[in-house]
C-alpha cells in the first residue's frame, strides 16, 4: 500500500505563477486535509473534504482553492503564489472514530 | 476555539537518558483525543502515541510513554532509554472525538540526542 502520495515533493515558483498540488490515497478513506507547516507554528489546516463531494475551510484558506476530484485524490491549487505562502504542505486522510490520520511526505514550496 | 502549546521548542538529552517534552491544551470538550507525531529530517509525519480523554491509564508504546493530567489539560511525553534515531521534530496534537479528522497542532519541539 502506497498510503498518501503527494507530488510532488520540491517546487520553486515566482510570485504570480499558479501550480496545483496533488494528492492521492489508496486506504478508502472519506476524509482527506491539506496542511502546511511553517517554523515555530506547528501545523495548520488550510481545507479538508469530510466526504467526497464537500470541502470546507481550515485556519489559514486564505489564497487557496482545493478540489476533491473523487475519493481518493484532493488538489491544492494556489492561483497566485506568494512569498508568504512559502512552506512545508501536508495531505491527510482519516477513517473514522478512533483511526490515526495519515500523512503525504510533504512539499517543499518556495515562492521568490 | 481549541489551542495547543508546546513550550520547549528545543529540547536536548543523552544517549540512553530520559527526556519528557510537555504539552498543554485548550478545550471546553470532554472526550476528546490526543496525540504526539514524530517527524524525522525525512519530513514524514509518523504517530508514536494516543491517548483518549475518557480513559485515565496513560498511554505506553515501547519507551514513550505519556502522562495525561485531565484536569490541568496537560500531556507530555515521556522517552525512555533514548536512541540517536530518536533525533527529530515532536508534534502534540488534538482532536475531537466527533466525527472529524482535523487536527491542532502545537508549535513542536526539536529533540536532539546527544552521543
Known amino acids: 500500500n502506497a498510503g498518501v502520495t503527494q507530488t510532488p515533493k520540491f517546487q520553486v515558483l515566482k510570485t504570480g505563477q499558479s501550480m496545483t498540488l496533488q494528492c492521492a490515497q489508496d486506504m478508502n478513506h472519506n476524509s482527506m486535509y491539506w496542511y502546511r507547516q511553517d517554523p515555530g507554528m506547528g501545523l495548520r489546516l488550510i481545507y479538508y473534504s469530510a466526504s467526497e463531494g464537500t470541502t470546507d475551510k481550515g485556519e489559514v484558506p486564505n489564497g487557496y482553492n482545493v478540489s476533491r476530484l473523487n475519493k481518493r485524490e484532493f488538489s491544492l491549487r494556489l492561483e497566485s503564489a506568494a512569498p508568504s505562502q512559502t512552506s512545508v504542505y501536508f495531505c491527510a486522510s482519516w477513517d473514522r472514530g478512533w483511526s490515526e490520520a495519515f500523512f503525504g511526505q510533504g512539499t517543499r514550496l518556495t515562492v521568490v | 476555539a481549541q489551542t495547543v502549546t508546546q513550550s520547549q521548542p528545543e529540547m536536548s538529552v543523552q544517549e540512553a537518558e530520559t527526556v519528557t517534552l510537555s504539552c498543554t491544551y485548550d478545550t471546553s470538550e470532554s472526550d476528546y483525543y490526543l496525540f504526539w507525531y514524530k517527524q524525522p529530517p525525512s519530513r514524514q509525519m509518523i504517530l508514536v502515541i494516543r491517548?483518549?480523554?475518557?480513559?485515565?491509564q496513560n498511554a505506553t508504546e515501547n519507551r514513550f510513554s505519556v502522562n495525561f493530567q485531565k484536569a490541568a489539560k496537560s500531556f507530555s511525553l515521556k522517552i525512555s532509554d533514548s536512541q540517536l534515531g530518536d533525533a527529530a521534530m515532536y508534534f502534540c496534537?488534538?482532536?475531537?472525538?466527533?466525527?472529524?479528522?482535523?487536527?491542532?497542532f502545537g508549535q513542536g519541539t526539536t529533540l536532539q540526542v546527544k552521543p
Open positions: 491517548q483518549e480523554a475518557y480513559k485515565q
Open positions: 496534537a488534538y482532536r475531537r472525538s466527533s466525527n472529524t479528522g482535523k487536527l491542532i
